[in-house]
């Protein structure tokens, strides 16, 4: 039977079930003894089974479903105190009597529980505020933490994935941060390592899908090595992974479909394997179809295909790749970043004759980086996600603040009631107890509604998040969800109750509660509590105002950015031509040639043009270069510069500004032309005060291949909105990189372009583009139409996006604090209304009493806004690198902030004070 | 002397597998087989819950047996019935039997 099992599988059940939902067992069984132990092992082992029959996530599910029924057994027992799960009365077969500890017995509880509730529906208005105030609260958490678990805590969908981790270089000493892997250097690494159990060697790369009924379709496909999928530990649902003579140059032709498109597009016919499908216009076997639950490196890869290179003899030079590589059990990272290490200091070894490969891994002191998967996936959202969790738990503080507001306000309504029970022999826990169970009662039905309008929450959230967020697939509610959920309630049911227990339990008030027989007290004393509530609350806003508003800082500063184009008007898609229709750089350049002609004529389209990329993109291109005027001495590198390809008419139409000269890119009759225009970095870098038009650049090497430079354009933000333009290159269309390692011996054919087209109204424009490419080569699928603005604000997605998580987070805390604020002071007003009355009758002026009383609750708001001010400047540090152009103490953020939480805290404060001026003293004085 | 009916429907379903499987009756042997022979989807905390209280009435016992690799170290419980358990059985048996009988007519036999 065990025989049957895929990898996969096995490594499923070896695995065993969830650790959570086991403890949990294991910790409520315990007093059973070894009957206790028998039921644990007893799911552990139908575990084994389930993933053995339905696969490793139903069985999850079964374990947890499970688990779960028993656990509510379980509690259920030893609440009723009989039953067989409850340990104290039989205990298992040991026949030791269970001890009955006199404790708050369930009945009690429940009892006090109901006469609460009682209570709560009696005071509807009360119970509706304090539940909605924490429910929302509850709910902001519930979504950033289900985020947050979801993303960050739990592991990644590959069996073991804590052992996998991503290979990639640094070069410190040419300034490079990080990139990617080279086939050669992979290779080198395979054969080496010793602490590498399994590695897999991958590109991603858009392509078309064609060949069958369904419309043509451009899609991500990931190259890979066939030992990829054994390396992550997962296999194909359906079929089979690639083999050797597959992952060989002029292999067989194979293709592994993900399960998306296996669906979408063939429908989930298990016939597919073994048809054959054209991709880039080239058949292909169809021999796997992946697990619905996998993708990578990320989700939305649609295609598998071997990588097909002959590794022994690749370049070591070339680092467009990545590597990943699960680490044996019990080698650490480090070791295995050290073993590399030594491997690089080797390289000069097996590369004798790649004089320039060397060169610049001298230069560069080329290391190793590797870092778990898991954070080369998510790394980038640990800093918001912890941060909106933070944020997340002040709000709940501030809701919480105020909802104790409202209880210390019935529970002084109670105080007599408290003395007569303290009187008559009711110990200080027995009265904190009826506190206890308000606050209880409250807490569970803010904790339920919470959790229903967090995961409504979660659902929009998933619908509307930005694209390019990591593992959303997988974001969902689950079992930790439930308990994080469960134990926020109880934080919350504790900390409401705890400042009326101590401040109305304590003996010192009983006493005075008794003897004066009313529930009048001290006035100045009562009010304590209430006025550190309002200054923690006003402190809490400010913090989480500050951090918005610092955001929002950056956020505009990245908006007022000059990028260096204008997206407004432009619309771009992107087009690849397959290399079995477009053979050779004539006909691409035609096809480009017919293709802008046909866009200008477009009625609404003023001017079209193309680039292999637009900026932006993020997938812009880098190679080393010769500068005619500044020859790299011996021993020194040459520059490496970024560089892209160009049509004619792309300036004008991306609203660069051509700073001299002429700047074109080259139609088809030019693909002879050594024309070159570059950015005015470049050639402020290497010709400060002149004119670079007419001076060269040119290939690398021996005999370089010279281009002249036609013109020069303004600088462009390239690669991120916040990145400083760092130089770029404009080649034609057609022309030949000079790369010093450049494969091609002719002129680079670019096959991928991205066309953009500038219009009034762009997005009107994309049925028209359609229509325009499909006349022209109807097999030719249209990819990523999106207008320039779209582009330029998903690079600013993820300031965008803490910004508004922390904008709502503020609004939500600015809201509660006014709440809190107006609450004490109304409240402040009723209870002097006797005393307002008595100084009006005297003669104060309406005036003098409003402001007597505003001042009051403005004072403590002026406290809170101070101590937030110095809590922020602290605080706000720890949005370090989110912020864009701001300082985290900016002082015209914090003023902004705390004058408006002044504004608000003043308002808050004249309504009362408005109301109390205007009361009738011979009313007042009456009514006592 | 009255006899006793204490037992649930459940509780004759868990005995009866209990005496069908013999010397194999564990936990996860049980709910597998009512989940196949009589095709009665077990949930895990019924089924503990249930064979707890037969254990309390005195109907079954079990004893621990060493554990396998699949368990995670965890022992494992076989089941059996005791005396007054099957007697349990037995007086139930008798008293449906003799409710049943006669009644082919209105209630229809197997099959029809």
Redesign the interface.
């Known amino acids: 039977m065990e025989g049957d099992m895929t990898p996969a599988e096995d490594a499923g059940?070896a695995r065993?079930p969830h650790r959570l939902p086991e403890r949990v067992l294991e910790w409520l069984l315990r007093p059973l003894g070894?009957?206790g132990?028998?039921?644990?092992?007893?799911?552990?082992?139908?575990h084994?089974?389930v993933v053995r029959e339905s696969g490793s996530f139903a069985a999850a599910r079964w374990h947890w479903r499970?688990?779960?029924?028993?656990?509510?057994?379980t509690v259920r027992?030893r609440l009723a105190r009989n039953?067989?799960?409850y340990a104290g009365?039989?205990g298992g077969r040991s026949g030791e009597p269970g001890r009955r500890k006199e404790r708050w017995s369930v009945t009690e509880l429940t009892g006090e529980i109901r006469y609460a509730v009682r209570g709560l529906a009696r005071a509807r208005q009360y119970a509706v505020a304090a539940v909605l105030t924490l429910a929302l609260a509850v709910a902001a958490n519930t979504v950033v933490f289900t985020v947050l678990n979801s993303v960050l805590l739990q592991p990644l969908v590959y069996a073991d994935a804590d052992r996998l981790v991503l290979l990639t270089q640094t070069a410190p000493g040419l300034g490079y941060p990080e990139f990617g892997i080279s086939p050669g250097l992979y290779h080198q690494y395979r054969e080496a390592s010793t602490l590498v159990e399994e590695s897999g060697l991958y590109v991603e790369q858009t392509v078309n899908l064609t060949g069958d009924d369904a419309a043509p379709e451009r899609i991500d496909a990931l190259l890979s090595t066939h030992t990829l999928f054994a390396t992550l530990g997962r296999q194909p649902a359906l079929g089979r992974g690639f083999t050797v003579e597959e992952d060989s140059p002029g292999g067989p032709a194979a293709v592994i479909l993900s399960h998306s498109v296996w669906q979408r597009r063939y429908g989930g016919d298990a016939s597919i394997i073994g048809r054959s499908v054209l991709v880039n216009g080239a058949e292909r076997e169809v021999v796997g179809v992946m697990p619905e639950s996998f993708g990578f490196p990320r989700d939305g890869v649609a295609l598998y295909l071997p990588l097909g290179l002959d590794l022994a003899t690749s370049s070591p030079g070339e680092f467009g790749f990545n590597a990943v590589a699960r680490i044996a059990p019990g080698a650490t990272i480090d070791q295995v970043r050290a073993q590399l290490d030594g491997l690089i200091a080797r390289l000069p070894e097996f590369y004798p004759d790649q004089a320039e490969f060397i060169a610049f891994n001298e230069a560069g002191r080329l290391a190793s980086v590797a870092q778990p998967l898991k954070m080369a996936i998510v790394g980038d959202l640990q800093r918001p996600l912890w941060l909106l969790l933070g944020t997340a738990a002040l709000v709940l503080l501030i809701a919480c603040a105020n909802v104790t507001n409202l209880f210390l306000v019935r529970a002084e309504a109670r105080q007599r009631d408290i003395a007569v029970r303290s009187a008559l022999g009711a110990g200080r826990f027995r009265l904190t107890r009826q506190f206890l169970a308000e606050s209880m009662a409250l807490a569970i039905a803010a904790g339920g509604l919470g959790m229903l309008l967090g995961a409504a929450g979660v659902a929009g959230l998933v619908r509307t998040a930005p694209p390019g967020l990591p593992r959303l697939s997988e974001v969902g509610i689950d079992a930790y969800v439930l308990v994080y959920v469960a134990a926020l309630t109880g934080v919350v049911a504790v900390l409401l109750a705890v400042v009326p227990a101590i401040r109305l339990t304590s003996p010192a008030v009983l006493a005075l509660v008794s003897r004066s027989g009313t529930r009048t007290t001290t006035g100045r004393d009562r009010l304590r509590a209430r006025q550190a509530l309002v200054v923690i609350q006003t402190a809490l806003a400010l913090v989480l105002l500050a951090g918005s508003g610092l955001m929002l800082r950056s956020f505009s500063q990245l908006r007022s950015l000059d990028p260096g184009f204008d997206p407004e008007g432009v619309l771009t898609f992107r087009i690849t031509l397959p290399a079995a229709a477009y053979p050779d750089a004539q006909s691409v350049a035609f096809l480009h040639d017919r293709l802008l002609e046909r866009l200008r004529a477009l009625p609404g389209v003023e001017l079209a043009g193309g680039a292999r990329e637009v900026p932006l993109a993020n997938s812009a291109n880098g190679t080393a270069f010769a500068i005619e005027d500044h020859p790299a001495g011996p021993g020194e590198l040459p520059p490496i510069l970024w560089y892209t390809h160009v049509s004619e008419d792309f300036f004008e139409t991306m609203g660069i500004a051509i700073v001299t000269g002429e700047a074109t890119g080259a139609s088809s009759s030019e693909i002879n032309r050594r024309a070159v225009v570059v950015d005015r970095i470049i050639a402020e870098r290497f010709w400060p005060g002149e004119n670079p038009v007419g001076h060269r650049l040119g290939s690398t090497g021996e005999d370089p291949m010279w281009f002249t430079i036609v013109g020069v354009v303004d600088e462009v933000r390239a690669r991120r909105l916040q990145d400083e333009p760092d130089g770029m290159i404009y080649f034609p269309l057609i022309a030949n990189v000079p790369a010093a390692d450049s494969i091609n011996a002719g002129p680079t054919i670019v096959r991928s372009m991205t066309y953009t087209v500038r219009g009034s109204r762009p997005e009107a424009l994309s049925g028209a583009v359609r229509n325009a490419v499909r006349e022209i080569d109807p097999n030719l699928p249209i990819a990523a139409i999106n207008t320039m603005d779209t582009i330029v604000a998903q690079s600013m997605v993820q300031t965008s996006f803490t910004m508004l998580a922390l904008v709502l987070a503020a609004a939500l805390a600015l809201f509660l604090g006014a709440i809190g604020l107006y609450g004490v002071i109304s409240y402040l007003v009723t209870q002097r209304t006797r005393e307002i009355g008595l100084r009006m009758a005297l003669g104060a002026e309406a005036g003098a009493v409003r402001r007597m009383v505003a001042w009051q609750g403005f004072r403590l708001a002026a406290i809170g806004l101070v101590v937030g001010v110095v809590a922020a400047t602290g605080l706000t540090r720890l949005l370090g690198s989110l912020l864009y152009a701001t300082s985290p103490n900016d002082p015209l953020t914090f003023a902004a902030v705390t004058a408006l939480l002044g504004g608000v805290a003043f308002v808050a404060s004249w309504l009362p004070a408005l109301r109390a001026s205007r009361l009738d003293p011979a009313r007042t004085l009456q009514a006592e | 002397m009255t006899r006793d009916f204490s037992l649930g429907e459940f509780e004759q379903m868990l005995m009866l597998a209990i005496l069908q499987l013999g010397p194999d009756s564990?936990?996860?042997d049980i709910?597998?087989y009512l989940e196949t022979a009589v095709d009665r989807p077990v949930?895990?905390?019924?089924l503990?819950?249930?064979?707890?209280?037969l254990?309390?009435k005195g109907y079954l016992r079990?004893q621990?047996e060493e554990?396998?690799a699949?368990?995670?170290?965890?022992?494992?419980?076989r089941f059996e019935l005791t005396g007054p358990g099957v007697a349990a059985l037995r007086t139930y048996r008798a008293a449906l039997l003799e409710l049943w009988s006669g009644l082919e007519g209105v209630l229809g036999s197997e099959g029809a």
Not at chain 1, 66 to 73: A, D, E, K
Not at chain 2, 48 to 53: F, K, N, S, V
């Open positions: 059940a065993g070894g009957a132990e028998s039921i644990v092992g007893d799911l552990r082992q139908e084994a089974r499970q688990s779960m029924s028993i656990c509510v057994r027992d039953g067989p799960f009365g039989s | 564990h936990g996860p709910a597998q949930s895990r905390g019924a503990y819950a249930t064979l707890g209280r254990e309390e079990w621990l554990p396998d699949q368990r995670g170290g965890h022992r494992k419980r």
